[in-house]
C-alpha cells in the first residue's frame, strides 16, 4: 500500500510564509489527481487545492492568489506554500490522493472525491 505523509506544519507568525509537503509515493506520475485540504476546530474538512497528474492546478476561490500548489514528480512529492499566513489558516492540513482516468481532478475540490489520505500536519498561527 502506497501512504501519504505530511510535514512542514507548526507553529508561525502572522504574515509568515510556509511551506507543508506530503510524500506521496506512486502518486505523482501515475492516473491520480492530488490534493490539499484544511480542518479548523469546529468545521468541516474543505478543499483548498488541487493538481491534475499533467500538472494543471485547481483552486478553491477563497484562498486564489493566497496558496500555490505544486509537485514534484522526480521526488513524489506534493506541496503547499502559503503565502502571509493569517490566523484563519490555522487548521490540520491533509493531502489527498483520488485515482481518476487520466489523472483529471473532479470539480470542485470535495472530500467523497478522495479515497486516500495522510495523518494531517497542524498548523497554528499567532497573531
Known amino acids: 500500500v502506497r501512504r501519504l505523509v505530511e510535514s512542514g506544519g507548526g507553529s508561525v507568525q502572522t504574515g509568515d510564509s510556509l511551506t507543508l509537503s506530503c510524500a506521496a509515493p506512486g502518486y505523482t506520475s501515475r492516473n491520480y489527481c492530488l490534493a490539499w485540504f484544511r480542518q479548523a476546530p469546529g468545521k468541516e474538512r474543505e478543499g483548498v487545492a488541487a493538481?491534475?497528474?499533467?500538472?494543471?492546478?485547481i483552486y478553491d476561490d477563497s484562498v486564489k492568489g493566497h496558496v500555490t500548489i505544486s509537485k514534484d514528480n522526480a521526488k513524489n512529492t506534493l506541496s503547499l506554500q502559503i503565502n502571509s499566513v493569517k490566523p484563519e489558516d490555522t487548521a490540520m492540513y491533509y493531502c489527498?490522493?483520488?485515482?481518476?482516468?487520466?489523472?483529471?481532478?473532479?470539480?470542485?475540490?470535495?472530500?467523497?472525491?478522495?479515497?486516500?489520505w495522510g495523518q494531517g500536519t497542524q498548523v497554528n498561527v499567532s497573531s
Open positions: 493538481i491534475e497528474s499533467d500538472g494543471t492546478t
Open positions: 489527498a490522493a483520488a485515482g481518476t482516468s487520466g489523472g483529471y481532478c473532479y470539480r470542485p475540490i470535495t472530500v467523497p472525491a478522495f479515497g486516500f
